[in-house]
């Protein structure tokens, strides 16, 4: 039942409801919050994943034509290093955590104890497939719940490892995958589950939330924006240019946490392009449409969309593409204005707009003027510099003088704010994530503390001594 794909509307209904109260009901027997039966399945998600490694670099080549080494570092290795991550932490973040107690509650003691929610809805999508979709199951198995994933249709083949996987490994009253188009995601999101985590775009974002809001289901949103780079007049040029065709070109542009656009100081803005031009070549060769380890873009529509931002401003690198193949060579245009496409919304794909200033306080106050981005990146060896831009810009998460390296530390928590998302996980970040934080206070029976009660004399008057 990990593999599950109805034919009609009523199928899915009966099928999903019925597999969710499956999940409830074995969550009702308490077996997921043993520490044992936890840390058993997380190793058993590890041995699964290495078995199963061959088979997820193929899937992903032939989804996105990712390359064996971008597939295994940014979709394998890392969900592999995460649960290695948790499994070393896993006890001491379960334990149940001592915390003070105020002198007016005399004779008591405070802990608070991670509690899971239940069975958890993971909505993954089609741009790291596969990590997109381990990576906050690993969450939610390390915090004690049950859990059903819906990866993402535009990437068939991985969607079919990923519940390949799943089915080989737990029962799927435990984990289960779900597989099917946008019907299945509805009709997944009209059943009442106690957590939704859902990786996306803002306008489906809004849906889920809407869902969400009629059971009041819990939610986390990772979803993206435009995710500005800035790069001052006094940055290392040479390794900047690097660092941001690495962020932005990885995946053909599709991620989340890409450079979107950079502000360049007018003075460096010619020897910036000409770095990017030749970090470009070193990445991806003379002509990275024939190079067979640079990955396509997901869709014929997505593609369409992307092509017609290679019309504005003035090309100045790439440009070219093939349809046939769904490539796009990685491209920058300069000259670009508010009202072009390729600054509305998301690029989401290997174009990179730049723009020019003069006052590092102007980018600041335009990027303050937009949605709140999911990533920020300032390139600079000025420290004030880089602490102006770090106290005023308000985003989900950057670096200084690197891009993307950030998503990729178990002790950062990754998310976004506004409306790049909402809460945060990775490493302990993950397991909070997906654990209700249960307030318990124990309090003794030797004693009473008689004025906390109305009848007695003068209580009025001590109390306010305490409370003052």
Not at 95 to 106: G, M, Q
Not at 140 to 165: D, H, R, V, Y
Not at 194 to 221: N, Q, R
Not at 422 to 433: Q, T, V
């Amino acid at each position: 039942m990990s593999n599950l794909e109805p034919n009609s509307n009523l199928q899915h209904e009966n099928i999903y409801s019925a597999l969710i109260h499956k999940q409830k009901a074995f969550f009702g027997t308490h077996q997921t919050k043993s520490l044992a039966f936890r840390k058993d399945a997380l190793n058993k998600l590890g041995d699964a994943i290495r078995k199963y490694e061959q088979p997820i670099i193929q899937a992903l080549k032939s989804d996105l034509n990712k390359s064996e080494f971008e597939a295994y570092s940014t979709e394998v290795g890392i969900v592999l290093k995460e649960i290695r991550f948790f499994l070393k932490h896993l006890h001491t973040w379960a334990r149940p955590k001592k915390v003070k107690t105020p002198l007016t509650h005399f004779g008591s003691k405070s802990s608070i104890y991670a509690e899971p929610y239940g069975v958890v809805l993971i909505i993954a999508p089609w741009n790291f497939p596969f990590q997109l979709a381990i990576a906050p199951l690993i969450g939610a198995i390390a915090a004690g719940n049950c859990a059903i994933i819906k990866p993402s249709e535009l990437t068939p083949k991985t969607s079919e490892i990923i519940a390949a996987l799943v089915q080989e490994t737990y029962a799927d009253e435990y984990i289960a995958v779900v597989q099917g188009n946008v019907g299945a995601s509805q009709a997944l999101l009209r059943e009442k589950t106690d957590y939704i985590f859902f990786t996306g775009s803002i306008p489906v974002g809004k849906v889920i939330m809407e869902a969400a809001a009629k059971h009041l289901t819990p939610v986390t949103l990772e979803l993206g924006g435009k995710s500005p780079c800035i790069v001052h007049k006094d940055a290392n040029l040479k390794l900047a240019a690097k660092r941001i065709a690495w962020g932005k070109f990885m995946n053909a542009g599709q991620t989340c946490v890409a450079p979107d656009y950079i502000y360049v100081h007018r003075s460096v803005t010619a020897s910036l392009i000409t770095h990017l031009k030749d970090a470009i070549q070193q990445l991806y060769g003379a002509n990275p449409l024939e190079n067979e380890n640079y990955t396509r873009v997901v869709s014929d529509k997505h593609f369409m969309r992307l092509e017609a931002m290679l019309h504005e401003g003035t090309l100045v690198a790439g440009g070219r593409s093939n349809r046939d193949t769904l490539r796009i060579e990685p491209t920058i245009l300069t000259d670009v204005t508010a009202n072009d496409l390729v600054m509305q919304d998301e690029i989401f794909g290997p174009i990179l707009p730049i723009l020019e200033y003069d006052r590092i306080e102007d980018v600041l106050q335009e990027i303050d003027s937009c949605s709140k981005p999911l990533a920020l990146y300032i390139f600079s060896e000025n420290r004030e510099i880089q602490q102006q831009v770090l106290t005023h810009a308000s985003f989900g998460g950057g670096c200084v003088n690197d891009t993307v390296y950030h998503f990729t530390t178990p002790y950062l928590p990754f998310g976004g704010v506004g409306s790049s998302g909402m809460g945060n996980y990775h490493g302990k970040a993950g397991f909070d994530l997906f654990s209700h934080r249960k307030s318990v206070l124990r309090q003794t029976t030797l004693f009473d503390i008689p004025f906390r009660y109305p009848h007695i004399k003068d209580g009025l008057k001590r109390i306010k001594m305490f409370l003052k």
